[in-house]
């Protein structure tokens, strides 16, 4: 009895693409049952001749082994899954842990909220900063001006060195200058303005002064010298005194270039010396300058004299001494000043001039 020829062929000559490896399917219901699509390749044995023997030759080719079926169950469950799994059992890799994935996630969560603390901590405290900051620069420059003003005060380098006077007329600067030197190698901060005002006091030709000091060793002193307003004669002796009735000098003869004063005895307390200084201190300066003697018993009977040819002038009070002024000058301007006359300007809007 022949052979069948189908699988003596594929036996002596398989096919080259069956020779790849294929992928097994799992067996479905109808493989199992020994349906023709199973891919299973038939085992051939050689029996001896006789019905029998091809018969279960045949039987045995038709289904799958107990063995096979097994193999290709257990294929299926290996390579079952999703694409990717698929891809990574052929590639070797494993699938991460749950466990370590999720410890990584915690770490990378405890960092981000461990930088976002720092920044808003940085953005809270910004202000504190500033504010030290400020306080830190504030403190630098009080240490500075404080050692400064330690420098300035106590150092030697800033001491008393040289006194410069000016100002003065009748009063010798010398004298000044050897009352101011008991302050000599004092620092220029620690000055006793007192015991230089006790000092200049004595002179009674200083109206006023001003002290300035010049870093590093100088101090400038600006006198004020009393300007005399007249004399007056007390006990014989011609008194110069100035508009506060001030004793200036003393002289046995009458001093020049200053008018006579004469208020009937009086001190220079009186209301009729003050008319007196008001009535000087109005007229301009050449105009006082030509004034020889001036007197008053009361505040309100003021009159006076001017060089030359002696010419008068009738004041009266000293209220609108301004204008009395201004009329005044108006009066000599027209009259010559050899004429001998006298001026009343008692009344300030009617001036008249009396001539002899």
């Known amino acids: 009895m022949k052979r069948p020829e189908g699988f003596d062929k594929a036996a002596q000559q398989p096919d080259p693409a069956s ?6 399917r799992a067996p479905t219901a109808s493989s199992a049952g020994g349906s ?18 091809v018969s279960q030759s045949a039987s045995k080719v038709t289904g799958p082994t107990a063995s096979q079926e097994s193999n290709a169950a257990s294929v299926t469950t290996k390579t079952a899954g999703s694409p990717r799994e698929r891809n990574r059992s052929r590639s070797g890799k494993t699938a991460p842990r749950p466990e370590a994935a999720a410890k990584k996630q915690l770490r990378r969560a405890a960092r981000d909220r461990r930088r976002a603390e720092k920044a808003e901590l940085r953005r809270f405290t910004r202000r504190a900063r500033t504010r030290k900051y400020t ?23 800033l001491a008393l060195r040289t006194v410069v006077i000016d100002g003065t ?13 008991t302050q000599q ?5 620690l000055l006793d303005f007192d015991a230089i005002k006790t000092e200049l006091s004595v002179f009674p030709l200083i109206r006023s002064y001003v002290t300035e000091i010049v870093p590093p060793d100088t101090l400038l ?15 014989g002796v011609f008194t110069l005194v100035d508009p506060a009735g001030i004793t200036i000098q003393e002289s046995a003869e009458r001093i ?3 008018p006579l004063i004469d208020v009937g005895g009086a001190d220079a307390s009186s209301p009729a010396f003050a008319a007196v200084t008001e009535v000087l201190l109005s007229l301009p300066t050449d105009l006082r300058a030509r004034v020889e003697t001036v007197s008053a018993t009361t505040q309100d009977d003021v009159s006076f004299v001017l060089s030359g040819v002696g010419q008068g002038v009738v004041w009266g009070s000293a209220s609108d001494s301004a204008r009395k002024a201004a009329l005044l000058e108006a009066l000599i301007s027209t009259r010559d000043p050899d004429e001998a006359g006298e001026f009343d300007v008692s009344a300030p809007s009617n001036g008249i001039f009396r001539p002899n």
Not at 169 to 181: G, K
Not at 185 to 189: E, N, Q, R
């Open 19 to 24: 020779a790849k490896p294929r992928r097994k």
């Open 135 to 157: 306080l830190l620069s504030v403190a630098g420059l009080v240490a500075v001006l404080l050692g400064l003003i330690a420098v300035a005060v106590f150092s030697p380098i």
């Open 169 to 181: 007329n009748r009063i010798d600067p010398t004298q000044i200058q050897a009352a101011v030197e």
């Open 185 to 189: 190698g004092t620092p220029l901060a």
């Open 221 to 235: 002193v600006h006198i004020v010298e009393r300007e005399p307003i007249g004399s007056i004669t007390v006990n």
């Open 256 to 258: 020049p270039g200053v």
């Open 36 to 53: 023709a699509d199973a891919p299973v390749r038939p085992t051939l044995r050689r029996k001896s001749p006789g019905s029998k023997g």
